[in-house]
Protein backbone atom coordinates (compact mmCIF):
# COMPACT_ATOMS: atom_id res chain seq x y z
CA UNK A 1 0.00 0.00 0.00
CA UNK A 2 2.36 2.53 0.95
CA UNK A 3 4.40 1.68 -2.46
CA UNK A 4 1.87 2.96 -4.17
CA UNK A 5 1.40 5.60 -2.50
CA UNK A 6 5.13 6.20 -3.72
CA UNK A 7 4.10 5.51 -6.72
CA UNK A 8 1.61 8.23 -6.74
CA UNK A 9 3.44 10.72 -5.68
CA UNK A 10 5.83 10.19 -7.99
CA UNK A 11 3.73 10.58 -10.88
CA UNK A 12 2.51 13.76 -9.97
CA UNK A 13 5.49 14.68 -9.25
CA UNK A 14 6.73 13.83 -13.31
CA UNK A 15 3.37 15.57 -14.55
CA UNK A 16 4.04 18.68 -12.13
CA UNK A 17 6.64 19.12 -13.83
CA UNK A 18 5.41 18.20 -16.88
CA UNK A 19 3.38 21.51 -16.89
CA UNK A 20 5.44 23.22 -15.83
CA UNK A 21 8.11 23.10 -17.93
CA UNK A 22 5.09 22.84 -21.05
CA UNK A 23 3.46 26.41 -20.14
CA UNK A 24 7.29 27.70 -19.28
CA UNK A 25 8.25 27.45 -22.69
CA UNK A 26 4.30 28.58 -24.29
CA UNK A 27 5.00 31.62 -21.96
CA UNK A 28 8.51 31.97 -23.27
CA UNK A 29 7.14 31.97 -26.37
CA UNK A 30 4.85 34.21 -26.21
CA UNK A 31 7.05 36.55 -24.75
CA UNK A 32 9.68 36.97 -27.45
CA UNK A 33 9.55 40.09 -29.14
CA UNK A 34 6.79 39.77 -32.12
CA UNK A 35 9.45 41.96 -34.07
CA UNK A 36 11.82 39.39 -34.36
CA UNK A 37 11.71 36.17 -35.86
CA UNK A 38 13.53 33.33 -37.21
CA UNK A 39 13.61 32.04 -40.88
CA UNK A 40 13.96 28.15 -40.25
CA UNK A 41 15.40 27.71 -43.84
CA UNK A 42 17.91 30.31 -43.46
CA UNK A 43 18.10 30.29 -40.10
CA UNK A 44 18.19 34.23 -40.40
CA UNK A 45 17.38 36.80 -37.92
CA UNK A 46 14.79 39.28 -39.46
CA UNK A 47 13.50 42.54 -37.80
CA UNK A 48 9.55 43.04 -38.86
CA UNK A 49 8.11 45.73 -38.64
CA UNK A 50 4.71 45.97 -36.98
CA UNK A 51 2.18 46.75 -39.88
CA UNK A 52 -1.36 45.15 -40.96
CA UNK A 53 -1.11 44.18 -44.20
CA UNK A 54 -2.95 46.47 -47.18
CA UNK A 55 -6.20 45.17 -49.10
CA UNK A 56 -6.23 43.97 -52.71
CA UNK A 57 -7.49 46.09 -55.42
CA UNK A 58 -9.26 43.78 -58.28
CA UNK A 59 -10.78 44.71 -61.22
CA UNK A 60 -14.40 43.47 -62.32
CA UNK A 61 -13.41 40.18 -63.19
CA UNK A 62 -11.12 39.35 -60.50
CA UNK A 63 -7.71 40.17 -62.32
CA UNK A 64 -5.33 41.84 -59.15
CA UNK A 65 -4.79 45.45 -59.93
CA UNK A 66 -2.79 46.44 -57.11
CA UNK A 67 -1.34 44.25 -53.85
CA UNK A 68 1.10 44.14 -51.08
CA UNK A 69 4.07 42.12 -51.09
CA UNK A 70 6.89 41.41 -48.59
CA UNK A 71 10.51 43.28 -49.15
CA UNK A 72 13.68 42.95 -47.04
CA UNK A 73 16.44 45.27 -46.24
CA UNK A 74 19.92 45.21 -45.19
CA UNK A 75 20.57 46.88 -42.21
CA UNK A 76 24.05 47.28 -40.87
CA UNK A 77 25.55 48.57 -37.35
CA UNK A 78 29.27 50.31 -38.56
CA UNK A 79 29.70 50.67 -34.60
CA UNK A 80 30.68 46.84 -34.67
CA UNK A 81 32.32 46.00 -37.74
CA UNK A 82 35.67 44.95 -37.85
CA UNK A 83 36.86 46.00 -41.12
CA UNK A 84 34.48 48.43 -42.80
CA UNK A 85 36.77 49.28 -45.86
CA UNK A 86 36.89 45.62 -47.04
CA UNK A 87 32.80 45.12 -46.03
CA UNK A 88 32.25 47.91 -48.63
CA UNK A 89 34.73 45.95 -51.34
CA UNK A 90 32.48 42.37 -50.34
CA UNK A 91 29.38 44.28 -51.12
CA UNK A 92 30.80 45.91 -54.07
CA UNK A 93 31.34 42.03 -55.57
CA UNK A 94 27.85 40.56 -54.49
CA UNK A 95 25.39 43.67 -55.52
CA UNK A 96 27.75 45.35 -58.59
CA UNK A 97 26.25 48.72 -59.24
CA UNK A 98 22.87 48.06 -57.99
CA UNK A 99 23.58 49.65 -54.69
CA UNK A 100 25.05 52.96 -53.86
CA UNK A 101 28.15 53.69 -51.91
CA UNK A 102 27.07 57.11 -51.08
CA UNK A 103 27.22 55.66 -47.68
CA UNK A 104 30.75 54.06 -47.35
CA UNK A 105 31.96 56.69 -45.09
CA UNK A 106 29.24 55.98 -42.38
CA UNK A 107 30.52 52.29 -42.53
CA UNK A 108 33.52 53.81 -40.68
CA UNK A 109 31.65 55.92 -38.21
CA UNK A 110 29.85 54.85 -34.80
CA UNK A 111 26.38 54.67 -35.96
CA UNK A 112 24.27 51.85 -34.98
CA UNK A 113 21.56 51.13 -37.64
CA UNK A 114 22.42 51.93 -41.33
CA UNK A 115 20.30 50.86 -43.97
CA UNK A 116 22.91 49.73 -46.79
CA UNK A 117 20.65 48.17 -49.71
CA UNK A 118 16.46 47.81 -50.12
CA UNK A 119 14.77 44.74 -51.20
CA UNK A 120 17.43 42.06 -51.07
CA UNK A 121 17.24 38.45 -51.51
CA UNK A 122 16.98 36.09 -49.19
CA UNK A 123 19.99 34.54 -51.08
CA UNK A 124 21.95 37.42 -51.38
CA UNK A 125 21.42 38.17 -47.53
CA UNK A 126 23.32 35.08 -47.14
CA UNK A 127 26.12 36.35 -49.05
CA UNK A 128 26.47 39.45 -47.09
CA UNK A 129 26.97 36.92 -43.88
CA UNK A 130 29.77 34.82 -45.36
CA UNK A 131 31.78 38.46 -45.39
CA UNK A 132 31.91 37.20 -41.41
CA UNK A 133 30.84 41.07 -40.07
CA UNK A 134 29.02 41.04 -37.19
CA UNK A 135 26.10 43.32 -36.90
CA UNK A 136 24.00 42.57 -39.99
CA UNK A 137 20.54 41.68 -40.13
CA UNK A 138 17.71 41.96 -42.79
CA UNK A 139 14.84 43.82 -41.93
CA UNK A 140 11.61 43.03 -43.26
CA UNK A 141 8.42 45.51 -44.63
CA UNK A 142 5.92 45.79 -47.20
CA UNK A 143 5.79 47.48 -50.54
CA UNK A 144 2.63 48.38 -53.19
CA UNK A 145 3.03 46.88 -56.45
CA UNK A 146 1.02 47.51 -59.03
CA UNK A 147 1.01 44.52 -61.57
CA UNK A 148 -0.92 46.39 -64.32
CA UNK A 149 2.01 48.93 -64.42
CA UNK A 150 1.11 52.28 -65.98
CA UNK A 151 -2.97 50.30 -66.85
CA UNK A 152 -5.04 52.59 -64.43
CA UNK A 153 -2.82 54.53 -62.96
CA UNK A 154 -4.95 57.08 -62.33
CA UNK A 155 -7.47 55.28 -61.21
CA UNK A 156 -5.76 53.39 -58.78
CA UNK A 157 -3.72 56.06 -57.14
CA UNK A 158 -0.56 55.47 -55.33
CA UNK A 159 0.80 54.97 -51.56
CA UNK A 160 3.33 57.06 -49.65
CA UNK A 161 6.49 55.20 -48.23
CA UNK A 162 4.32 54.59 -45.37
CA UNK A 163 1.76 52.57 -47.29
CA UNK A 164 -1.01 55.27 -47.21
CA UNK A 165 -3.28 56.46 -49.69
CA UNK A 166 -1.86 59.55 -51.71
CA UNK A 167 -4.17 59.87 -54.76
CA UNK A 168 -7.26 57.75 -56.66
CA UNK A 169 -8.99 54.63 -54.70
CA UNK A 170 -5.86 53.86 -52.64
CA UNK A 171 -6.55 57.26 -51.10
CA UNK A 172 -10.38 57.33 -51.03
CA UNK A 173 -10.61 54.27 -49.98
CA UNK A 174 -7.59 54.28 -47.64
CA UNK A 175 -9.40 53.27 -44.25
CA UNK A 176 -10.98 50.17 -45.93
CA UNK A 177 -7.93 48.81 -47.44
CA UNK A 178 -5.57 50.07 -44.41
CA UNK A 179 -8.26 47.72 -42.33
CA UNK A 180 -7.07 44.79 -44.74
CA UNK A 181 -10.28 45.15 -47.06
CA UNK A 182 -10.11 43.64 -50.42
CA UNK A 183 -11.52 46.33 -52.93
CA UNK A 184 -13.57 44.64 -55.97
CA UNK A 185 -13.36 48.07 -59.32
CA UNK A 186 -16.16 48.10 -61.80
CA UNK A 187 -12.95 48.76 -64.43
CA UNK A 188 -12.60 46.03 -66.51
CA UNK A 189 -8.96 45.92 -67.44
CA UNK A 190 -9.30 44.57 -71.12
CA UNK A 191 -11.43 47.35 -71.85
CA UNK A 192 -9.03 49.68 -70.44
CA UNK A 193 -6.37 48.34 -72.35
CA UNK A 194 -8.20 48.26 -75.59
CA UNK A 195 -9.28 51.93 -74.94
CA UNK A 196 -5.65 53.05 -73.71
CA UNK A 197 -4.46 51.87 -77.07
CA UNK A 198 -6.70 53.19 -79.52
CA UNK A 199 -6.34 56.66 -77.79
CA UNK A 200 -2.91 56.96 -77.47
CA UNK A 201 -2.67 55.62 -81.22
CA UNK A 202 -4.73 59.07 -82.20
CA UNK A 203 -2.86 61.71 -79.56
CA UNK A 204 0.44 60.29 -81.59
CA UNK A 205 -1.27 60.27 -85.18
CA UNK A 206 -2.40 63.95 -84.40
CA UNK A 207 0.84 65.27 -81.92
CA UNK A 208 -2.23 66.15 -79.56
CA UNK A 209 -0.56 66.89 -75.93
CA UNK A 210 -3.60 64.91 -73.45
CA UNK A 211 -6.26 63.10 -73.55
CA UNK A 212 -8.90 61.34 -71.82
CA UNK A 213 -11.59 58.99 -72.31
CA UNK A 214 -14.52 57.68 -70.09
CA UNK A 215 -16.95 54.03 -70.52
CA UNK A 216 -19.62 53.92 -68.57
CA UNK A 217 -22.62 51.97 -67.80
CA UNK A 218 -25.38 54.62 -68.49
CA UNK A 219 -28.30 52.92 -66.39
CA UNK A 220 -26.63 52.44 -63.26
CA UNK A 221 -23.14 54.47 -63.45
CA UNK A 222 -20.57 51.67 -63.29
CA UNK A 223 -17.34 52.70 -64.60
CA UNK A 224 -15.55 50.65 -67.42
CA UNK A 225 -12.71 52.31 -68.02
CA UNK A 226 -11.20 55.73 -67.31
CA UNK A 227 -8.14 56.66 -69.53
CA UNK A 228 -5.73 59.81 -68.43
CA UNK A 229 -2.49 60.44 -70.98
CA UNK A 230 -0.07 60.94 -70.69
CA UNK A 231 0.17 58.36 -67.58
CA UNK A 232 2.99 57.05 -65.48
CA UNK A 233 3.84 53.77 -64.17
CA UNK A 234 2.06 52.75 -60.59
CA UNK A 235 5.58 51.38 -59.46
CA UNK A 236 7.99 54.22 -60.15
CA UNK A 237 7.61 56.80 -57.99
CA UNK A 238 10.58 58.98 -59.33
CA UNK A 239 11.06 61.70 -62.01
CA UNK A 240 6.68 62.07 -62.53
CA UNK A 241 5.78 65.36 -64.38
CA UNK A 242 2.55 67.00 -63.33
CA UNK A 243 1.12 66.18 -66.49
CA UNK A 244 1.62 62.43 -66.13
CA UNK A 245 0.00 62.48 -62.37
CA UNK A 246 -2.78 65.03 -63.37
CA UNK A 247 -5.90 62.87 -63.89
CA UNK A 248 -7.80 64.81 -66.98
CA UNK A 249 -10.89 62.27 -67.04
CA UNK A 250 -11.64 63.55 -63.07
CA UNK A 251 -10.38 66.80 -62.74
CA UNK A 252 -8.82 68.39 -65.97
CA UNK A 253 -11.96 71.32 -66.87
CA UNK A 254 -12.51 72.16 -70.76
CA UNK A 255 -14.63 74.20 -72.91
CA UNK A 256 -16.31 71.06 -74.29
CA UNK A 257 -17.64 72.43 -77.61
CA UNK A 258 -20.80 71.62 -79.29
CA UNK A 259 -21.15 68.47 -77.25
CA UNK A 260 -23.32 70.76 -74.79
CA UNK A 261 -25.40 71.59 -77.75
CA UNK A 262 -27.41 67.75 -76.79
CA UNK A 263 -28.33 69.43 -73.38
CA UNK A 264 -29.92 72.46 -74.75
CA UNK A 265 -31.64 70.16 -77.36
CA UNK A 266 -33.08 68.09 -74.27
CA UNK A 267 -33.92 71.68 -72.28
CA UNK A 268 -35.93 72.81 -76.10
CA UNK A 269 -37.48 68.87 -76.36
CA UNK A 270 -38.78 68.94 -72.43
CA UNK A 271 -39.91 72.83 -72.47
CA UNK A 272 -42.03 72.44 -75.71
CA UNK A 273 -39.59 74.80 -77.80
CA UNK A 274 -38.21 71.52 -80.40
CA UNK A 275 -41.39 70.42 -81.92
CA UNK A 276 -40.57 69.07 -85.32
CA UNK A 277 -42.09 71.83 -87.41
CA UNK A 278 -40.47 74.46 -85.76
CA UNK A 279 -38.16 76.31 -87.63
CA UNK A 280 -35.42 78.74 -86.88
CA UNK A 281 -33.40 80.90 -89.41
CA UNK A 282 -29.83 80.08 -89.16
CA UNK A 283 -28.55 81.85 -92.52
CA UNK A 284 -26.85 85.11 -90.66
CA UNK A 285 -24.34 85.17 -87.88
CA UNK A 286 -25.73 86.96 -84.18
CA UNK A 287 -24.53 89.88 -83.79
CA UNK A 288 -23.30 90.44 -80.05
CA UNK A 289 -21.35 93.72 -80.12
CA UNK A 290 -18.79 95.04 -83.02
CA UNK A 291 -16.28 92.77 -82.06
CA UNK A 292 -18.23 89.70 -80.74
CA UNK A 293 -20.46 87.25 -83.25
CA UNK A 294 -21.63 83.81 -83.33
CA UNK A 295 -21.70 81.64 -86.53
CA UNK A 296 -21.69 78.86 -88.08
CA UNK A 297 -18.96 76.92 -90.58
CA UNK A 298 -21.53 75.42 -92.66
CA UNK A 299 -24.01 77.70 -94.64
CA UNK A 300 -27.55 76.70 -94.66
CA UNK A 301 -29.66 79.69 -95.90
CA UNK A 302 -33.06 78.30 -95.25
CA UNK A 303 -34.90 77.86 -92.18
CA UNK A 304 -34.21 74.37 -89.97
CA UNK A 305 -35.81 72.64 -87.07
CA UNK A 306 -33.89 70.98 -84.21
CA UNK A 307 -32.99 67.64 -85.53
CA UNK A 308 -31.17 69.79 -88.69
CA UNK A 309 -29.51 71.98 -85.99
CA UNK A 310 -27.81 69.24 -84.19
CA UNK A 311 -26.71 67.45 -87.05
CA UNK A 312 -25.67 70.26 -88.75
CA UNK A 313 -23.96 71.62 -85.42
CA UNK A 314 -25.84 75.13 -85.58
CA UNK A 315 -24.34 77.41 -83.22
CA UNK A 316 -26.85 79.87 -84.47
CA UNK A 317 -29.52 77.56 -84.21
CA UNK A 318 -28.37 76.38 -80.80
CA UNK A 319 -28.07 79.99 -79.40
CA UNK A 320 -31.22 81.53 -80.53
CA UNK A 321 -32.78 78.32 -79.10
CA UNK A 322 -31.15 79.27 -75.67
CA UNK A 323 -32.26 83.16 -75.90
CA UNK A 324 -35.81 81.30 -76.29
CA UNK A 325 -35.89 79.16 -73.11
CA UNK A 326 -34.22 81.67 -70.98
CA UNK A 327 -31.35 81.81 -67.96
CA UNK A 328 -34.01 79.79 -65.48
CA UNK A 329 -34.64 77.28 -67.99
CA UNK A 330 -30.77 76.54 -68.54
CA UNK A 331 -29.76 77.10 -64.72
CA UNK A 332 -32.04 74.59 -63.57
CA UNK A 333 -31.00 72.17 -66.24
CA UNK A 334 -26.82 72.63 -65.49
CA UNK A 335 -27.86 72.09 -61.63
CA UNK A 336 -29.96 69.07 -62.25
CA UNK A 337 -27.06 67.59 -64.50
CA UNK A 338 -24.46 68.02 -62.68
CA UNK A 339 -22.72 70.87 -63.75
CA UNK A 340 -22.44 72.95 -60.44
CA UNK A 341 -20.87 70.44 -58.20
CA UNK A 342 -17.96 68.11 -58.28
CA UNK A 343 -18.59 64.35 -59.69
CA UNK A 344 -18.86 61.86 -56.60
CA UNK A 345 -16.89 59.31 -57.32
CA UNK A 346 -14.63 57.00 -55.38
CA UNK A 347 -10.73 58.92 -55.78
CA UNK A 348 -10.22 62.33 -54.58
CA UNK A 349 -9.06 63.93 -58.27
CA UNK A 350 -12.30 65.77 -59.44
CA UNK A 351 -13.19 69.44 -59.88
CA UNK A 352 -15.83 71.98 -59.59
CA UNK A 353 -17.13 73.16 -62.88
CA UNK A 354 -15.72 76.86 -63.80
CA UNK A 355 -18.95 78.82 -65.55
CA UNK A 356 -20.03 82.22 -66.50
CA UNK A 357 -22.47 83.48 -63.94
CA UNK A 358 -23.06 86.80 -66.04
CA UNK A 359 -26.93 87.10 -66.21
CA UNK A 360 -26.31 88.64 -70.04
CA UNK A 361 -27.53 87.05 -73.40
CA UNK A 362 -24.22 86.49 -74.62
CA UNK A 363 -23.22 84.22 -71.40
CA UNK A 364 -26.70 82.34 -71.90
CA UNK A 365 -25.72 81.95 -75.73
CA UNK A 366 -22.39 80.98 -75.52
CA UNK A 367 -22.87 77.86 -72.67
CA UNK A 368 -25.73 76.56 -75.07
CA UNK A 369 -22.88 75.48 -77.46
CA UNK A 370 -19.96 74.92 -74.56
CA UNK A 371 -18.35 78.17 -74.53
CA UNK A 372 -18.52 80.12 -71.04
CA UNK A 373 -18.74 76.29 -68.87
CA UNK A 374 -15.64 74.33 -68.01
CA UNK A 375 -16.30 71.13 -67.25
CA UNK A 376 -14.76 67.87 -66.69
CA UNK A 377 -15.21 64.72 -69.00
CA UNK A 378 -16.70 62.91 -66.17
CA UNK A 379 -19.13 65.59 -65.73
CA UNK A 380 -19.63 64.82 -69.68
CA UNK A 381 -20.09 61.41 -69.53
CA UNK A 382 -23.00 61.84 -66.70
CA UNK A 383 -24.49 64.13 -67.99
CA UNK A 384 -24.83 62.20 -71.66
CA UNK A 385 -26.14 59.12 -69.56
CA UNK A 386 -29.03 60.99 -68.02
CA UNK A 387 -30.02 62.45 -71.71
CA UNK A 388 -29.52 58.80 -73.18
CA UNK A 389 -30.78 56.56 -70.50
CA UNK A 390 -34.48 57.40 -70.40
CA UNK A 391 -33.90 61.02 -68.23
CA UNK A 392 -32.81 59.71 -65.20
CA UNK A 393 -29.87 60.50 -62.76
CA UNK A 394 -27.15 58.34 -62.54
CA UNK A 395 -24.53 58.51 -59.81
CA UNK A 396 -20.77 57.60 -61.58
CA UNK A 397 -19.15 54.93 -59.27
CA UNK A 398 -15.68 52.87 -60.01
CA UNK A 399 -16.86 49.86 -57.00
CA UNK A 400 -18.37 46.41 -58.63
CA UNK A 401 -20.99 46.67 -56.17
CA UNK A 402 -22.57 49.34 -54.60
CA UNK A 403 -26.08 50.42 -53.24
CA UNK A 404 -27.29 53.66 -54.41
CA UNK A 405 -29.81 56.19 -52.94
CA UNK A 406 -32.02 58.50 -54.52
CA UNK A 407 -30.87 57.01 -57.62
CA UNK A 408 -32.48 57.55 -61.05
CA UNK A 409 -34.29 60.94 -60.24
CA UNK A 410 -36.21 62.22 -63.44
CA UNK A 411 -34.10 64.85 -65.39
CA UNK A 412 -35.62 64.70 -68.41
CA UNK A 413 -38.68 62.90 -69.83
CA UNK A 414 -38.53 59.65 -71.31
CA UNK A 415 -39.85 61.01 -74.86
CA UNK A 416 -37.25 63.45 -74.55
CA UNK A 417 -34.83 60.86 -74.30
CA UNK A 418 -36.01 59.04 -76.89
CA UNK A 419 -36.36 62.16 -79.13
CA UNK A 420 -32.66 62.81 -78.55
CA UNK A 421 -31.54 59.06 -79.57
CA UNK A 422 -33.18 59.42 -82.62
CA UNK A 423 -31.57 62.84 -83.09
CA UNK A 424 -27.90 61.67 -82.24
CA UNK A 425 -28.31 58.78 -84.37
CA UNK A 426 -28.39 60.65 -87.24
CA UNK A 427 -25.39 62.48 -86.18
CA UNK A 428 -23.03 59.62 -86.93
CA UNK A 429 -24.90 57.87 -89.35
CA UNK A 430 -26.63 60.36 -91.61
CA UNK A 431 -24.36 61.49 -94.42
CA UNK A 432 -24.71 64.77 -93.35
CA UNK A 433 -23.71 64.52 -89.75
CA UNK A 434 -20.31 65.75 -87.83
CA UNK A 435 -20.19 62.38 -86.73
CA UNK A 436 -20.28 60.22 -89.33
CA UNK A 437 -16.65 58.86 -88.98
CA UNK A 438 -17.81 57.37 -85.73
CA UNK A 439 -19.84 54.90 -87.42
CA UNK A 440 -19.92 51.53 -87.13
CA UNK A 441 -21.34 48.92 -89.14
CA UNK A 442 -21.92 46.00 -86.61
CA UNK A 443 -23.56 48.59 -83.59
CA UNK A 444 -25.61 51.23 -83.98
CA UNK A 445 -24.16 54.30 -82.50
CA UNK A 446 -25.29 57.97 -81.47
CA UNK A 447 -23.54 61.26 -80.44
CA UNK A 448 -22.40 64.61 -80.71
CA UNK A 449 -19.02 65.71 -81.55
CA UNK A 450 -17.51 69.14 -80.56
CA UNK A 451 -14.95 71.62 -81.19
CA UNK A 452 -13.89 74.24 -78.92
CA UNK A 453 -10.85 76.67 -79.52
CA UNK A 454 -8.33 76.05 -76.80
CA UNK A 455 -8.46 78.89 -73.86
CA UNK A 456 -4.95 79.79 -72.94
CA UNK A 457 -3.61 82.08 -70.46
CA UNK A 458 -7.64 84.46 -70.74
CA UNK A 459 -7.28 83.98 -74.44
CA UNK A 460 -8.73 82.04 -77.27
CA UNK A 461 -6.17 80.60 -79.54
CA UNK A 462 -6.65 81.12 -83.09
CA UNK A 463 -4.42 77.04 -83.68
CA UNK A 464 -5.61 75.26 -80.94
CA UNK A 465 -8.39 73.09 -80.22
CA UNK A 466 -10.30 70.74 -77.64
CA UNK A 467 -12.38 68.11 -79.32
CA UNK A 468 -14.65 65.78 -77.79
CA UNK A 469 -17.37 63.25 -78.64
CA UNK A 470 -19.50 61.83 -76.43
CA UNK A 471 -22.43 59.37 -76.93
CA UNK A 472 -23.62 56.36 -76.29
CA UNK A 473 -24.33 52.22 -77.59
CA UNK A 474 -26.99 50.71 -78.86
CA UNK A 475 -27.99 53.98 -79.24
CA UNK A 476 -31.52 52.45 -79.45
CA UNK A 477 -31.48 51.08 -76.03
CA UNK A 478 -28.21 52.98 -74.51
CA UNK A 479 -26.48 50.21 -72.22
CA UNK A 480 -22.85 52.49 -72.05
CA UNK A 481 -21.64 56.01 -72.63
CA UNK A 482 -18.59 56.81 -74.79
CA UNK A 483 -16.97 59.87 -73.70
CA UNK A 484 -13.61 61.01 -75.42
CA UNK A 485 -11.62 64.21 -75.17
CA UNK A 486 -8.54 65.30 -76.81
CA UNK A 487 -6.55 68.37 -75.80
CA UNK A 488 -4.65 70.41 -79.04
CA UNK A 489 -4.55 67.87 -81.80
CA UNK A 490 -2.78 69.46 -84.78
CA UNK A 491 -3.72 69.84 -88.26
CA UNK A 492 -2.50 66.32 -90.52
CA UNK A 493 -2.57 65.89 -94.60
CA UNK A 494 -4.74 63.10 -93.60
CA UNK A 495 -7.41 64.98 -91.97
CA UNK A 496 -7.29 67.49 -94.75
CA UNK A 497 -5.71 70.12 -92.41
CA UNK A 498 -8.41 70.10 -89.84
CA UNK A 499 -7.73 69.11 -86.19
CA UNK A 500 -12.06 69.20 -85.66
CA UNK A 501 -13.43 66.48 -83.68
CA UNK A 502 -15.13 64.63 -86.47
CA UNK A 503 -11.55 64.13 -87.91
CA UNK A 504 -9.78 63.43 -84.62
CA UNK A 505 -12.20 61.83 -82.07
CA UNK A 506 -14.89 60.44 -84.52
CA UNK A 507 -12.59 57.69 -85.98
CA UNK A 508 -12.28 56.44 -82.70
CA UNK A 509 -15.60 55.69 -81.81
CA UNK A 510 -16.60 52.66 -84.09
CA UNK A 511 -13.36 50.56 -83.57
CA UNK A 512 -13.76 51.26 -79.66
CA UNK A 513 -17.33 49.97 -80.30
CA UNK A 514 -16.60 47.20 -82.46
CA UNK A 515 -13.78 45.91 -80.12
CA UNK A 516 -15.62 45.84 -76.53
CA UNK A 517 -19.02 45.12 -77.01
CA UNK A 518 -18.26 41.93 -77.30
CA UNK A 519 -16.91 42.05 -74.40
CA UNK A 520 -19.79 43.41 -73.19
CA UNK A 521 -21.48 40.85 -74.24
CA UNK A 522 -23.35 42.84 -76.45
CA UNK A 523 -24.52 41.47 -79.79
CA UNK A 524 -24.49 43.15 -83.13
CA UNK A 525 -27.40 44.58 -84.72
CA UNK A 526 -27.68 46.33 -87.69
CA UNK A 527 -30.89 47.60 -88.62
CA UNK A 528 -32.52 50.42 -90.12
CA UNK A 529 -33.93 53.39 -87.42
CA UNK A 530 -37.08 52.59 -88.30
CA UNK A 531 -36.62 48.50 -87.39
CA UNK A 532 -34.60 49.85 -83.80
CA UNK A 533 -37.33 52.17 -83.04
CA UNK A 534 -35.88 54.79 -83.77
CA UNK A 535 -37.20 57.86 -85.55
CA UNK A 536 -36.33 58.77 -89.07
CA UNK A 537 -35.60 62.32 -89.44
CA UNK A 538 -35.06 64.42 -93.09
CA UNK A 539 -32.01 66.02 -93.04
CA UNK A 540 -31.36 68.33 -95.73
CA UNK A 541 -27.83 69.70 -97.15
CA UNK A 542 -25.62 72.11 -96.19
CA UNK A 543 -22.78 74.11 -98.01
CA UNK A 544 -19.12 75.39 -96.36
Same mark, same amino acid.
Given at each position: ?24 ? #? ?87 ? &???? /? ?63 ? *? ?33 ? /? ?14 ? /? ?29 ? #? ?5 ? /? ?12 ? @? ?23 ? *? ?13 ? +? ?23 ? @? ?6 ? +? ?5 ? &? ?10 ? +? ?96 ? &? ?67
Amino acid at each position: MENIKKIKFKLLICSSSFFIIYFGV #AFSMLMIKPQEKINKQSNLKITEKKSQIRGNIYDNNGYLIATTIRKYDLIVNPSVLRNPKKFELELKKIFGNKINFHFKDKLSSNLKYL &KVKK /NISLKDYNKVLKIGEPGIKIEESYIRKYPGKSLAAHIIGKVDVDGKGISGVEKKLNNELSSSKNI *HLSIDSGIQNIFKQLLLEQIIKFQASAGAGIIMNA /NNGKIKSIISLPDYDN /NINNNLSEKQVFNNATKGLYELGSTLKIFTA #AMAIESG /NGKDDQLIDVSSPI @LLSKSQKISDIKKINFPINLPEIIV *HSSNIGTAKIASSLG +HTIQDKYFNLLGFLEKVNVEIIETS @LPNINKQV +HISSLMS &KSYGYGIQISPL +HLAKATSVALNGGKSITPTLLKTKFFQNQNKQVFSTETSRKLRSILYLVVNDKYGTGKLAKSYYYPIGGKTGTAKKLIEGRYSETENIVAFTGGFPIN &KPEYVLTIVIDGPKPQKFSANRNTAGWVVAPIIGKLVNRIAPILKIKPLNLEPSELGLKKYKIRGATL
